[in-house]
């Protein structure tokens, strides 16, 4: 297969951006896939999950072209490019950088091909950093939360995304939205689904993501949920979404199609 470069992007903060790059990141290598996530967060929440700090190269220095992308072994098939806080002004740095918008789709030439799936976790804002994330993807998945104000700024994000496709990179669309910290008990989350649906109709993921304390718990001992606690709610809910991206990847025959189409209406039912 070729590569998929995925950026994970939502200029809302607190819909579990970072949580999900992650957990899908680790879900896709524990089946098998080389992975590689791409920090694009001045805030390095990502690089911190997985206990890295002062890396010897961050993304920063390889958009500032002062190092070759040199990422680092989280565990066998997954690999990480950490960011650092001096992220935080590389669009002040680079403002004035001739193709500025490319320095992470070239940077990475040279190694994407090792791996089945990139995934590029993006800051809370639609500057150069996302533009360069949106500029180096193949694909763009939205996490939302199941509350009317976090869907309130999605004609941004979309209008955002148009122009880089117009204007960057032709080939980056919209392919995957999914529902973060639902409760299928609320009446209000399981209306706004309906209303996300009207928006996305066959992009939106039947999986959604519950809420659950060891999502929270589980950075903060340098884990993703699968090495954490492979049997709590989080862990079946990201299992489920990371099969439905392998799916939409025709990495299934018809047949396991069906079956796993199956399994995935069932898990949508018990959590709807």
Same mark, same amino acid.
């Given at each position: 297969?070729?590569?998929?470069?995925?950026?994970?992007?939502?200029? +809302?903060?607190?819909?579990?951006?970072?949580?999900?790059?992650?957990?899908?990141?680790?879900? !896709?290598?524990?089946?098998?896939?080389? *992975?590689?996530?791409?920090?694009?967060?001045?805030?390095?929440?990502?690089?911190?999950?997985?206990?890295?700090?002062?890396? @010897? *190269?961050?993304?920063?220095?390889?958009?500032?072209?002062?190092?070759?992308?040199?990422?680092?072994?989280?565990?066998?098939?997954?690999? /990480?490019?950490?960011?650092?806080?001096?992220?935080?002004?590389? @669009?002040?740095?680079?403002?004035?950088?001739?193709? &500025?918008?490319?320095? !992470?789709?070239?940077?990475?030439?040279?190694?994407?091909?090792?791996?089945?799936?990139?995934?590029? =976790?993006?800051?809370?804002?639609?500057? !150069? !950093?996302? /533009?360069?994330?949106?500029?180096?993807?193949?694909?763009?998945? /939205?996490?939302?939360?199941?509350?009317?104000?976090?869907?309130?700024?999605?004609?941004?994000?979309?209008?955002?995304?148009?122009?880089? +496709?117009?204007?960057?990179?032709?080939?980056?669309?919209?392919?995957?939205?999914?529902?973060?910290?639902? =409760?299928? &008990?609320?009446?209000?989350?399981?209306?706004?689904?309906?209303?996300?649906?009207?928006?996305?109709?066959?992009?939106?993921?039947?999986?959604?993501?519950? =809420?659950?304390?060891?999502?929270? @718990?589980?950075?903060?001992?340098?884990?993703?949920?699968?090495?954490?606690?492979?049997?709590?709610?989080?862990?079946?809910?990201?299992?489920?979404?990371?099969?439905?991206?392998?799916?939409?990847?025709?990495?299934?025959?018809?047949?396991?199609?069906?079956?796993?189409?199956?399994?995935?209406?069932?898990?949508?039912?018990?959590?709807?």
């Amino acid at each position: 297969m070729s590569t998929s470069i995925i950026a994970i992007s939502n200029h +809302k903060g607190g819909v579990g951006k970072t949580t999900s790059t992650v957990n899908i990141g680790a879900g !896709l290598a524990l089946t098998g896939h080389k *992975v590689l996530l791409i920090d694009m967060d001045p805030q390095s929440n990502m690089t911190q999950s997985y206990g890295i700090s002062n890396a @010897e *190269v961050s993304v920063y220095e390889v958009l500032k072209g002062e190092a070759e992308a040199r990422t680092m072994e989280a565990f066998p098939n997954l690999d /990480i490019l950490p960011s650092s806080l001096d992220l935080s002004g590389a @669009e002040m740095e680079l403002i004035n950088e001739a193709g &500025r918008e490319y320095l !992470l789709k070239d940077a990475i030439a040279g190694i994407k091909d090792k791996y089945d799936y990139i995934l590029i =976790d993006c800051p809370p804002s639609l500057g !150069l !950093l996302t /533009i360069n994330a949106l500029t180096a993807a193949t694909e763009v998945y /939205i996490p939302l939360q199941a509350h009317y104000l976090a869907i309130k700024g999605l004609t941004k994000i979309i209008d955002v995304i148009g122009k880089v +496709k117009k204007r960057l990179n032709k080939d980056v669309e919209i392919t995957g939205v999914f529902v973060t910290q639902f =409760d299928k &008990r609320k009446v209000l989350h399981r209306d706004v689904v309906e209303t996300i649906y009207t928006y996305f109709q066959e992009k939106l993921f039947n999986s959604r993501i519950r =809420d659950n304390i060891a999502l929270a @718990e589980a950075p903060s001992q340098g884990m993703d949920i699968f090495h954490y606690d492979n049997t709590c709610k989080g862990a079946e809910d990201y299992k489920n979404l990371v099969e439905e991206i392998m799916e939409r990847h025709g990495e299934f025959d018809d047949e396991e199609e069906d079956d796993n189409g199956k399994s995935n209406e069932q898990a949508t039912d018990n959590q709807n």
